[in-house]
């Protein structure tokens, strides 16, 4: 059973970093007429009523400290890493951040080992972040030159930083023994709460004409149902079944997946360099999910 288990769990972080391997496209096409406060409003907004509507069942009370830790959560996961992460696409080549958000398993690596002795990452967890790095180093500049954009490579640095925070956080969160689409409801909840002094802050509009526009309402659908109410259900479970290591590293497939679906969207060749930077990524992939401490 319990290995029944792992395998849905590999399965479900799969699924999710396949789905989301398109949403920096879809970021990318919506930032044409939405704000990066726009688009994670409404996508979040739209995520957490699809949510209410697949699982309406309330959620069991909790704790004042356990509904302090899934308010520091959604704050960490939810409205900082997106928003550094949109603002660093305007600040940056979508290259970079591509590269520099995949770090984020180095990071929770780290973060378990400061922290959770029982969870500590074996010495191949890091080979294997060696190999996956370089590899999406590979495909994220081969047959470009790199260009550093430092206010846009800092965001998505603080971006990746703020999703291991949230995988390790939401280790400690599994074990309240919550639902995992109640959890991802309650995270987005949150998430939406302490977005509303950005909006303020920020030129938000509730232009709804725009959602009429060309090229708009598929692009916010793809992002509100798929990227963020089943992925991050998904992901959920996904870390519940496996720890924050071992799903953290599906992450290094997010370069792979764009450069795959740009064979068949954009009719784009796969070359030879890009075929041995993905060659990396596979076995850093396979060696950080070695069995071992993680």
């Excluded at 890493?81 to 696409?89: I, P, R, S, T």
């Excluded at 378990?112 to 500590?120: C, G, I, N, S, Y």
């Excluded at 972040?129 to 030159?145: D, L, R």
Aim: net charge positive; charged share 10%.
């Amino acid at each position: 059973m319990n290995e029944q288990k792992r395998v849905f769990g590999h399965l479900a972080a799969l699924f999710t970093v396949s789905i989301w391997g398109f949403a920096f496209i879809n970021i990318a096409i919506l930032l044409r007429s939405f704000s990066p406060v726009e688009i994670l409003f409404y996508r979040f907004s739209m995520a957490t009523l699809v949510l209410y509507l697949i699982y309406p069942r309330k959620m069991k009370r909790n704790t004042w400290k356990q509904e302090l830790l899934f308010a520091v959560t959604g704050l960490v996961g939810v409205t900082m890493h997106f928003l550094l992460q949109d603002f660093a696409l305007t600040h940056t080549a979508p290259s970079n951040v591509s590269v520099i958000v995949s770090t984020s398993p180095v990071l929770t690596g780290f973060l378990l080992w400061l922290f959770m002795t029982k969870e500590r990452p074996s010495g191949s967890f890091f080979l294997g972040a060696v190999c996956a790095i370089v590899g999406i180093g590979v495909i994220s500049f081969a047959g470009s030159q790199l260009e550093l954009h430092p206010l846009g490579d800092l965001l998505a640095f603080l971006a990746g930083l703020a999703w291991a925070v949230y995988s390790v956080m939401l280790k400690k969160i599994g074990s309240i023994g919550q639902h995992p689409i109640q959890i991802t409801r309650r995270l987005f909840t949150y998430g939406l709460l302490f977005l509303l002094p950005a909006m303020i802050l920020t030129d938000f509009r509730f232009g709804v004409e725009r959602f009429m526009e060309p090229g708009n309402l598929l692009p916010m659908l793809y992002l509100g149902i798929l990227s963020s109410a089943a992925c991050f259900a998904l992901w959920n479970f996904s870390l519940g079944r496996l720890g924050p290591a071992r799903t953290s590293v599906y992450i290094y497939l997010l370069p792979i997946i764009t450069v795959v679906g740009s064979v068949f969207v954009l009719d784009q060749a796969i070359t030879l360099l890009k075929a041995c930077g993905i060659g990396l990524v596979l076995v850093g992939l396979v060696l950080s999910n070695r069995r071992g401490r993680v």
